[in-house]
């Protein structure tokens, strides 16, 4: 399979894409991103991804390179070059290739980078018997609303939930939860839905919508408020949400068992709602 990218106006197979070695994302990690899945070849809430990569770049100042009828019909064409039905696309903006010095270049074009990856559906046994996750101390900027590619807190941080032998980490700051190494947490306790809100401190992820949209659209009660360390770790379920791994319970946390130890009832509840409303979005004729 040949997988095609696209890199500043041109689509090409990946393997003949190059940048140079000044550019900003490579030297400064100085640019942001978007992962957006598509099912069926349907961009999913395609409208909020753009958004978010609106207000990404607005939070580093940068102009955006294109207008939303642009990026949609990149992304349609993106989609349509690349075999299979279901991709996960990842768009990459950098502030462009120019001398090396942290101040803003002036007028240098960004550089735009697009690739198409197969999207494979989340592991129906993690779905079943859920995952493990360890907790550390949040020790990222007060940015993380930013979608920035200068991931390396979030490379460490989901490092050690790998030598722990588990799924993900998940993140305290000033003993309050903030979401995971690459996800948003959700915790359920004495049957209410509890979610931190949105701020400076975490991603505004587009998952997280979905599940705040369908719990109030099927009467299931929830809390958008700060969780403490204490009722995370009293919660009867946690779940963890991203665009590419869906809903997965975690059911064991830093070794211990979170209620049941199994996927609790409002978890199974909540998967079968989002896996029902993808399946609308699948069916929609493409527009
Ligand atoms: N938080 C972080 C730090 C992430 O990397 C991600 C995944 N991109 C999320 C939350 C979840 O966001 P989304 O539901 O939009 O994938």
């Not at 190059?18 to 990690?29: E, S």
């Not at 940068?62 to 989609?79: G, K």
């Not at 349509?80 to 240098?108: C, M, S």
């Not at 915790?187 to 701020?199: F, M, N, Q, T």
Request: aromatic letters at 6%.
């Amino acid at each position: 399979m040949v997988q095609i990218v696209h890199l500043n106006g041109q689509f090409l197979p990946l393997e003949e894409a190059r940048i140079p070695v000044l550019d900003r994302g490579f030297i400064f990690g100085d640019g942001v991103y978007e992962v957006i899945p598509v099912y069926s070849r349907h961009p999913f809430r395609l409208q909020d991804h753009l958004k978010r990569l609106q207000h990404s770049l607005d939070g580093i100042r940068l102009a955006n390179p294109h207008s939303d009828v642009e990026w949609t019909a990149l992304v349609r064409e993106l989609i349509a070059r690349n075999e299979g039905e279901d991709q996960y696309l990842y768009l990459h903006i950098t502030r462009g290739v120019a001398k090396r010095d942290h101040a803003f270049p002036k007028d240098t074009p960004a550089t735009v980078f697009m690739m198409s990856s197969p999207l494979l559906p989340p592991d129906p046994v993690l779905r079943q018997n859920g995952v493990a996750a360890i907790t550390a101390v949040d020790n990222r900027w007060l940015r993380c609303d930013i979608k920035a590619i200068s991931l390396l807190p979030n490379v460490l941080l989901r490092q050690l939930a790998v030598d722990a032998g588990t799924a993900e980490t998940v993140m305290l700051r000033d003993g309050f939860l903030s979401e995971g190494a690459a996800s948003n947490i959700f915790v359920v306790r004495d049957g209410i839905l509890l979610a931190p809100p949105k701020g400076p401190l975490m991603l505004p992820g587009i998952t997280y919508d979905v599940v705040l949209e369908l719990a109030a659209a099927n009467n299931i009660v929830f809390h958008v408020e700060p969780v403490a360390e204490s009722i995370l770790r009293s919660a009867d379920e946690i779940w963890l949400t991203s665009s590419t791994k869906e809903i997965l319970p975690i059911t064991h946390l830093d070794g211990h068992a979170v209620g049941s130890g199994t996927p609790g009832p409002l978890y199974r509840k909540l998967d079968q709602l989002y896996q029902d409303y993808k399946a609308t979005i699948m069916r929609q004729p493409s527009s």
